[in-house]
């Protein structure tokens, strides 16, 4: 079993950068695809953005050209680079690993406030 944890969250006002980052308890060399979610009050869970373990990434149409997914594997790590924030950006934001059926990671989230 990974643990997940997110670090980097917090207030920031329109147009601000934030980077959040994901340690795992273990490393994440085999899990196949590590990404960001976010859910906003209201709304239903979304995937931001994804990179598999080639580092093939997908974003979310909403964030294409500001947010950018990184992972390192020596370092048991996943950060996202969250730039030219909007008010929309407010969120809880999650970590996950996962490999189909097999296995699913998910961290306690961070809340992201975007707000002047």
């Known amino acids: 079993q990974v643990q997940l944890v997110e670090s980097g969250g917090g207030l920031v006002q329109p147009g601000g950068s934030l980077r959040l980052s994901c340690t795992a308890s273990?490393?994440?060399?085999?899990?196949?695809?590590m990404g960001w979610y976010r859910q906003a009050p209201g709304k239903e869970r979304e995937l931001v953005a994804a990179?598999?373990?080639?580092?093939?990434?997908n974003y979310v149409n909403s964030v294409k050209g500001r947010f950018t997914i990184s992972r390192d594997n020596a370092q048991n790590t996943v950060a996202l680079q969250m730039n030219s924030l909007k008010a929309e950006d407010t969120a809880v934001y999650y970590c996950?690993?996962?490999?189909?059926?097999?296995?699913?990671?998910w961290g306690q989230g961070t809340q992201d406030t975007v707000s002047s």
């Open positions: 273990a490393s994440i060399l085999s899990v196949n695809v």
């Open positions: 996950r690993g996962w490999g189909g059926n097999r296995y699913d990671y």
């Open positions: 990179i598999t373990s080639g580092g093939n990434t």
